[in-house]
């Protein structure tokens, strides 16, 4: 069986890492994605574990060598991306692999590994219910959190660029509905 990627991408506190860790209780045939970074490790993080650390200079000599399925520049120089020789070598470990990264970069995938990717959004059931539920973590400061949703708005409006959409409006129906979707595309011959 040739082995596939799975993209997914969502806003922020739509519960994304959740869905992802329950079906990895259930398919042992699938390696999650590490991506690369240039920041500092914080708290317990380790390298090749929680993120690939990069110096800036190796970080920006990967993307002179198109090293990249995906990268990111955020705020102050700070980069994110998905290294093509990592996902490689757990697609020829015999893996399945699944990325979780923003709506951008899960198009520039879906475009690099075509019809052996599907690419999912996870869905809010509405703007209100996301903020209610970013308040509710008590993580972020107000003005995080506004500009969280404003991201989200953006994310929304690229919701039908994906092969599919989960609404996570249930926790316990979205983890069935996603893991069956999943199963159903990676058990396909």
């Known amino acids: 069986m040739s082995t596939k990627v799975v993209i997914?991408?969502?806003?922020?506190?739509?519960g994304?890492?959740?869905?992802?860790?329950?079906?990895?209780?259930?398919?042992?045939d699938i390696a999650f994605s590490v991506s690369a970074t240039n920041r500092?490790?914080?708290?317990?993080?380790?390298?090749?574990?929680?993120?690939?650390?990069?110096s800036t200079e190796e970080f920006r000599h990967h993307i002179e060598q198109n090293d990249f399925l995906e990268?990111?520049?955020?705020?102050?120089?700070?980069?994110?991306?998905?290294?093509?020789?990592q996902v490689n070598r757990q697609l020829e470990d015999g893996k399945?692999?699944?990325?979780?990264?923003?709506?951008?970069?899960?198009?520039k995938i879906k475009e690099y590994y075509g019809n052996r990717a599907?690419?999912?959004?996870?869905?809010?059931?509405?703007?209100e219910s996301l903020r209610q539920r970013l308040e509710q973590r008590a993580t972020d400061a107000p003005e995080v959190i506004e500009d969280r949703l404003a991201?989200?708005?953006?994310?929304?409006?690229?919701a039908e660029k994906f092969d599919q959409i989960v609404v996570n409006d249930d926790l316990e129906t979205a983890k069935k509905d996603?893991?069956?979707?999943?199963?159903?595309?990676?058990?396909?011959p």
């Open 8 to 14: 997914v991408s969502a806003p922020s506190g739509t």
């Open 40 to 54: 500092a490790p914080r708290g317990k993080e380790q390298n090749g574990v929680d993120y690939h650390f990069l």
């Open 16 to 28: 994304k890492s959740t869905l992802i860790n329950h079906l990895m209780k259930f398919r042992s």
């Open 71 to 85: 990268y990111v520049e955020v705020y102050g120089g700070r980069f994110y991306g998905s290294l093509k020789q």
């Open 96 to 107: 399945h692999v699944i990325f979780d990264v923003d709506v951008v970069g899960a198009q």
């Open 118 to 127: 599907l690419s999912v959004f996870i869905q809010p059931p509405s703007i």
């Open 151 to 158: 991201r989200a708005r953006f994310e929304l409006s690229q």
């Open 178 to 188: 996603f893991v069956a979707l999943i199963s159903e595309f990676l058990d396909k």
